[in-house]
T-cell receptor, first 114, second 113 residues
Framework: SAVISQKPSRDICQRGTSLTIQCQVD?????MFWYRQQPGQSLTLIAT?????????ESGFVIDKFPISRPNLTFSTLTVSNMSPEDSSIYLC???????????FGQGTRLTVV | GENVEQHPSTLSVQEGDSAVIKCTYS??????FPWYKQELGKGPQLIID?????GEKKDQRIAVTLNKTAKHFSLHITETQPEDSAVYFC????????????FGTGTRLQVTL
């Protein structure tokens, strides 16, 4: 399977600021996704990053808060905007190489908002 | 939307014993069911998956069973080893692919010597 690299691996941010998380895959993938995992809890899908078009957001997540880019088949960014302590979480990038293939995950970005 | 329940939340077994984790899902349209293992500080890693056209799949010490009528699926780990200790997540998707995955709440498995 392909390897996903996320940057940064962790960060501590002030409330009201924004953080952009980068996701780089070492090969071309069909699908890319962003998940949130609050400490000790399950994973929740934020959105599907679509190459060359607007991301598809899940219920409860909006573009103004979590703008996503995907300029090509190997790279995506997630921005967490106007952060509050409730945004403290692990953000995970995921990708799949084809329609009938598994999704694999990056190591995550641990975000703490103070 | 889909809702996936997972039990137990914690499971402790002795090395060499078997471990079983169960998940139920609500959306009868779900047709893809992966299982992930997450070690501390790492992203989830797929260990096995099953699609709705089969009832069971096995890979060495790991097996998954699916009962579509009852809408539940289970992970079976035999001959457990200390390195099996981790958090395990089940997931379900109605797309037949890795998109639109809804995850269960996780099971922390501890394999003791």
């Amino acid at each position: 399977s392909a390897v996903i690299s996320q940057k940064p691996s962790r960060d501590i941010c002030q409330r009201g600021t924004s953080l952009t998380i980068q996701c780089q895959v070492d090969s071309q993938v069909t699908m890319m996704f962003w998940y949130r995992q609050q400490p000790g809890q399950s994973l929740t899908l934020i959105a599907t990053a679509n190459q060359g078009s607007e991301a598809t957001y899940e219920s409860g997540f909006v573009i103004d808060k979590f703008p996503i880019s995907r300029p090509n088949l190997t790279f995506s960014t997630l921005t967490v905007s106007n952060m509050s302590p409730e945004d403290s979480s692990i953000y995970l990038c995921s990708a799949a190489t084809g329609r009938n293939t598994e999704a694999f995950f990056g190591q995550g970005t641990r975000l703490t908002v103070v | 939307g889909e809702n996936v329940e997972q039990h137990p939340s914690t499971l402790s077994v002795q090395e060499g014993d078997s471990a079983v984790i169960k998940c139920t899902y609500s959306d009868s349209a779900s047709n893809y069911f992966p299982w992930y293992k997450q070690e501390l500080g790492k992203g989830p890693q797929l260990i096995i998956d099953i699609r709705s056209n089969v009832g069971e799949k096995k890979d060495q010490r790991i097996a998954v069973t699916l009962n579509k009528t009852a809408k539940h699926f289970s992970l079976h780990i035999t001959e457990t080893q200390p390195e099996d200790s981790a958090v395990y997540f089940c997931a379900a998707s109605p797309t037949g692919t890795a998109s639109k995955l809804t995850f269960g709440t996780g099971t922390r498995l501890q394999v003791t010597l």
